[in-house]
């Protein structure tokens, strides 16, 4: 039988989910968490699929009323870590059981962009390229007329293919609007001018604004907790990095309103702090 005529096959995939950690098995708690958490970061995490975490839940949880909660947001349900009851009754509601791994290091090139409606068109700093050269080893004849030829010498060692070249940053060279979203795939994102309020910058590395950052941004959106946010002019909505972020309600202290600012994980706690000019 060719693989033609079979009607499916099997491919390798890598996926990426968000990990809701659950801290309560109280519905309405749950729901109402839910629905702050979603209201605070706009359509950051619209329709990526979740793995939810119960492993430090004890109590029942609702399982059907969570996930319907979940869907509610666009956010499909597709596995649950957790043991013994909820386990059970997780996988009886249609999650899989699956284990959660620290993410891997960024992979080179593949830039992309997400923007809804008409958002600015990503230019690449340089073409994405992955290079790859192998070395292979001749041996030249011994002439004919010459005295009995010492034994060869071993070929070398064909020489490891090269590093493949790190991704360029995608780079964005023009103002951001309200509404416009821009994600740079596996890679750094670089917008020189501003990010308005109501736009959305994100990036599998680290996002670089110089000029005034007004709107939303997300370093590390694959789980990257080394990724850092740096901006000339600090002014956000929000600040995320790895899925942990911060709503800025009030306006920032005078040391870091729209001033220069670093932005970076510190185990899981966000931290924003004054670049020094």
């Known amino acids: 039988m060719t693989t033609d005529s079979l009607a499916l096959d099997f491919k390798s995939a890598t996926l990426y989910a968000i990990r809701v950690v659950l801290h309560d098995a109280d519905l309405d708690r749950l729901t109402a968490a839910l629905d702050q958490r979603m209201a605070d970061a706009g359509s950051f995490f619209e329709n990526e699929p979740v793995v939810v975490d119960a492993s430090r839940v004890d109590d029942p949880i609702d399982w059907p009323a969570l996930l319907a909660a979940l869907r509610g947001h666009n956010l499909p349900p597709i596995g649950v870590v957790a043991e013994g009851a909820n386990l059970a009754a997780a996988q009886a509601a249609g999650l899989a059981a699956v284990e959660l791994s620290t993410p891997p290091a960024r992979p080179a090139p593949a830039v992309e962009t997400a923007p809804p409606n008409d958002a600015a068109t990503p230019v690449p700093a340089v073409p994405a390229a992955a290079l790859e050269t192998s070395a292979s080893a001749t041996t030249d004849k011994a002439p004919a007329d010459s005295s009995p030829a010492e034994p060869a010498a071993p070929a070398a060692a064909p020489e490891p293919p090269a590093v493949p070249a790190p991704a360029s940053a995608l780079v964005i060279t023009k103002p951001l609007r309200s509404g416009q979203?821009?994600?740079?795939?596996?890679?750094?994102?670089?917008?020189?001018?501003?990010?308005?309020?109501?736009?959305?910058?994100?990036?599998?590395?680290?996002?670089?604004?110089?000029?005034?950052?007004?709107?939303?941004?997300?370093?590390?959106?694959?789980?990257?907790?080394?990724?850092?946010?740096?901006?000339?002019?600090?002014?956000?909505?929000?600040?995320?990095?790895?899925?942990?972020?911060?709503?800025?309600?009030?306006?920032?202290?005078?040391?870091?309103?729209?001033?220069?600012?670093?932005?970076?994980?510190?185990?899981?706690?966000?931290?924003?702090?004054?670049?020094?000019?």
Not at 185 to 192: A, G, N, P
Not at 224 to 242: G, P
Not at 250 to 269: C, I
């Open 181 to 277: 979203r821009v994600y740079a795939r596996h890679t750094d994102l670089v917008v020189i001018g501003m990010v308005s309020q109501g736009a959305e910058v994100i990036a599998d590395g680290n996002v670089h604004v110089y000029g005034p950052l007004r709107g939303k941004a997300m370093a590390g959106a694959r789980g990257d907790t080394s990724a850092r946010i740096f901006t000339t002019q600090l002014d956000a909505e929000l600040l995320a990095v790895a899925g942990v972020y911060r709503v800025v309600e009030d306006k920032l202290d005078s040391t870091l309103h729209n001033q220069p600012a670093l932005v970076y994980l510190d185990g899981e706690t966000l931290r924003v702090e004054a670049l020094k000019k």
